[in-house]
């Protein structure tokens, strides 16, 4: 960490769901530890991320669940999100 580094910008791309459920805070705590980075969000559908990672040479990162990989990207698992059916006690698939 150089405080006497000029800031900088990292634009990330990811869907809405990862915006609001999982990005806004940990830009917050990242934006607190690391002040001179500027955090760049912008939302797409989730099968967009990709080809935005591949025509928009401003965007450094895509947070996403890939559709088809691509060659020319790299893909590291970041985490991993447990869904639940839900019904009420009386039903079938309960």
Do not use: K
């Not at 917050?28 to 797409?44: D, K």
Request: with cysteine.
């Amino acid at each position: 960490f150089d405080p006497s580094a000029p800031p900088r910008d990292v634009h990330v791309a990811a869907s809405q769901y990862l915006m609001r459920y999982v990005l806004i805070d940990a830009t917050r705590r990242f934006h607190a530890r690391f002040p001179q980075i500027c955090i760049r969000l912008s939302v797409h559908a989730e099968q967009e991320i990709e080809s935005v990672l591949l025509h928009a040479p401003e965007v450094a990162v895509g947070v996403a669940a890939p559709y088809e990989l691509s060659a020319e990207l790299q893909y590291r698992h970041v985490f991993s999100m447990n869904w639940s059916l839900i019904t009420p006690r009386r039903h079938p698939l309960a």
